[in-house]
Structures are given as structure tokens and as C-alpha cells.
Antibody, heavy 120, light 107 residues
Framework: QVQLQESGPGLVKPSETLSLTCTVS????????WTWIRQPAGKGLEWIGR???????DYNPSLKSRVTMSVDTSKRQFSLNLSSVTAADTAVYYC??????????????WGQGTRVTVSA | DIQMSQSPSFLSASVGDRVAITCRAS??????LNWYQQKPGKAPKLLIY???SLQSGVPSRISGSGSGTEFTLTISSLQPEDFATYFC?????????FGQGTKVEVK
């Protein structure tokens, strides 16, 4: 059973860097896109970015200047760093697996989400 | 970016009702359209990918249709576990974008 689990601080101060990790179990990290998505309280879903091991990394242009994603395959973990945070970055952050079948892409596995609040 | 819009934003219905949610894309996305269901405090769950392919384990009362810029999610006979928020999502290009969501509430 494929499982994803987010971890990281629930409270980050304004102007600091938000750092989250997603641990993957039950599946290889190869042949999939690994993704971060966030959802402010009561609002919709915003795609932050994704990477493919040994391949491309794509970031949302609206966040690109502040986002970095990385992976540690030996630990089966991938990470999100979002710099210079403000209150607008307060949200539930999800990691997800994007897979493709006949060139149709979809998010088939999600972590449970971790709530991050930006506040002094 | 491709903008996705859903209608209605809120839908009141009763158990047994047939409900339909519409999703429109700001440009053609061919068949690169997925639907997710989200319940309070939970992560979204994939229901349909590629417009009409049912994810494993999703009941057959849920179906999807459409192409190009207009798509529909239909629940043929609403069940108690279907009261939730539904999102469409395009994977034609990056950044991936979602509709704003449709909340299906008890009438």
C-alpha cells in the first residue's frame, strides 16, 4: 500500500523559510512525478510544483522565485522549501504522487496534509 | 495558466438525486481532465481521470464526460457518502490548475 506522510513545523515566522518533508512508503520513487499542493483554509487547491527523479522540475510561476524542491531517494523522502513566507502562505500542505497512464496524468496518492501557519 | 471554473459552487441535494457538476477550461485541454472528491479534514481523493476513466474502487454511479473545454461530473443516485466537495483539475500543461470546487450539501 503506497503511503505518503508530510512532516515539518506547524508554525513559521514571517520572512522565514517553510520546510516540509514527505516520506514515501510502499512504492518506488522512480517513474512518477512527486508534487506539492497547498490549500488555504476554506479555499481551493494550488499546485506548487513537481519533480521527476532524473528529470525535470516544474514550479508554479507564481511561487517560482521562492520555491525549491529536493529529493533524498536513500531515505525515500522529498522536500519543499518556501522562502520569505507571509501570512498568505498559511495553508494545509499536501504531498502527492502524479502518475500517468496513456499520457493521462493524475494524482493518485496523497499525504494526509500538514497545516502550516505563518505568524510571529 | 489554464483557468478552470466550476458551476455551481454550492449544490443542495437529497439522497437518491441525480446531480451534475460542470467544469470549464479557459482553453482546450483535450481529455486531460480529472475529478477529485474531498471531505472535511481529508486529502482529496481521485475519482475520475482522463475525463471518464473511473479510478479503482470508485462506484459506478459516478461518471464523467466532455471534451475540449467543457466537462461534467455526474452522480446518478446520490448516496450519503457523496456529500463532499468536488474539484476538477487539468493536466494538459503546467502549472496544474484546479477548479474552485463544488460543495454538495444535504438539502
Amino acid at each position: 500500500q503506497v503511503q505518503l506522510q508530510e512532516s515539518g513545523p506547524g508554525l513559521v515566522k514571517p520572512s522565514e523559510t517553510l520546510s516540509l518533508t514527505c516520506t514515501v512508503s510502499g512504492a518506488s520513487m522512480s517513474s512518477y512525478y512527486w508534487t506539492w499542493i497547498r490549500q488555504p483554509a476554506g479555499k481551493g487547491l494550488e499546485w506548487i510544483g513537481r519533480f521527476y527523479i532524473g528529470g525535470t522540475t516544474d514550479y508554479n510561476p507564481s511561487l517560482k522565485s521562492r520555491v525549491t524542491m529536493s529529493v533524498d531517494t536513500s531515505k525515500r523522502q522529498f522536500s519543499l522549501n518556501l522562502s520569505s513566507v507571509t501570512a498568505a502562505d498559511t495553508a494545509v500542505y499536501y504531498c502527492a504522487r502524479e502518475r500517468y497512464f496513456d499520457w493521462i496524468f493524475f494524482f493518485d496518492r496523497w499525504g494526509q496534509g500538514t497545516r502550516v501557519t505563518v505568524s510571529a | 495558466d489554464i483557468q478552470m471554473s466550476q458551476s455551481p459552487s454550492f449544490l443542495s441535494a437529497s439522497v437518491g438525486d441525480r446531480v451534475a457538476i460542470t467544469c470549464r477550461a479557459s482553453q482546450s485541454i483535450s481529455n486531460y481532465l480529472n475529478w477529485y472528491q474531498q471531505k472535511p479534514g481529508k486529502a482529496p481523493k481521485l475519482l475520475i481521470y482522463g475525463v471518464s476513466s473511473l479510478q479503482s474502487g470508485v462506484p459506478s454511479r459516478i461518471s464523467g464526460s466532455g471534451s475540449g473545454t467543457e466537462f461534467t461530473l455526474t452522480i446518478s443516485s446520490l448516496q450519503p457518502e457523496d456529500f463532499a466537495t468536488y474539484f476538477c483539475q487539468q493536466t494538459s500543461s503546467t502549472p496544474r490548475t484546479f477548479g474552485q470546487g463544488t460543495k454538495v450539501e444535504v438539502k
